[in-house]
């Protein structure tokens, strides 16, 4: 489904942020990134959606050459191709309602259609309850499923989640991880960069260990060990 290919990133001759990094990922997968700070779990995720471009390499999604691809063509792989972040990136003068619509307004869909998508993921994640209120009154596990909602209106193929549960407290914390895999029960591939040992141990995944931006490990199921 998605292959990675001899991926390199180089920021300067003294920073080279990936080293020939190789992989592939199939249809289903729930795959774990592990490393320490900067070995290079960010930036392989930001490659994936092309949020930044790599010094030499091939990425394919369902055998199309991503690399190759106009920007006008970005915005439907982006789709197809979800994120979330540790820090949210939801407009937080905005309420919940209009920040999961704004991926269904951007593809031109009728009022209706928007609202019946909206309510159908939000009772899913159950925040229906939540849709009136404004973002930035939320708390951090609270926002983490704005940002799933808004990627899932959008019939994702993929999730890359970068740290998605860095800054929640434990119990968020488990929320979001069993989302993720009920996401993933339902044939969305996720691919989940985190730092945490107690992730990793808890889901005995497929797991990719990078570091100095070399992968040195793939093993299924992983364990958490860093150089």
Do not use: W
Not at 11 to 39: M, T
Not at 79 to 94: E, S, T
Not at 187 to 201: F, K, M, N, Q, W
């Amino acid at each position: 489904m998605l292959v990675v290919k001899n991926i390199t990133k180089i920021y300067s001759p003294n920073i080279i942020a990936l080293d020939n990094i190789s992989f592939e990922i199939n249809a289903g997968e729930f795959v774990l990134l592990i490393g320490r700070s900067g070995a290079g779990k960010t930036t392989i995720l930001k490659i994936l959606r092309r949020e930044e471009e790599p010094t030499r390499g091939q990425i394919y999604f369902k055998n199309r050459n991503l690399l190759e691809l106009s920007r006008r063509r970005l915005g439907e792989i982006r789709r197809k191709i979800a994120a979330i972040h540790q820090g949210f990136k939801l407009l937080n003068k905005k309420t919940v309602y209009e920040n999961i619509a704004l991926p269904l307004e951007i593809l031109n869909k009728s009022a209706k259609d928007i609202k019946n998508e909206v309510y159908q993921v939000a009772e899913k994640l159950k925040i229906k309850a939540k849709l009136n209120q404004l973002v930035e009154t939320l708390s951090g596990g609270e926002k983490q499923k704005v940002c799933l909602a808004r990627c899932l209106v959008a019939k994702p193929e993929i999730i890359l989640a970068d740290e998605p549960t860095g800054n929640l407290d434990p119990i968020a914390t488990y929320e979001i991880i069993n989302i993720l895999k009920e996401i993933n029960k339902e044939g969305i591939s996720i691919i989940l960069a985190t730092h945490s040992r107690e992730i990793v141990e808890s889901l005995k995944t497929r797991t990719l260990t990078l570091n100095d931006g070399r992968l040195i490990r793939d093993e299924n199921p992983g364990k958490y060990t860093l150089v």
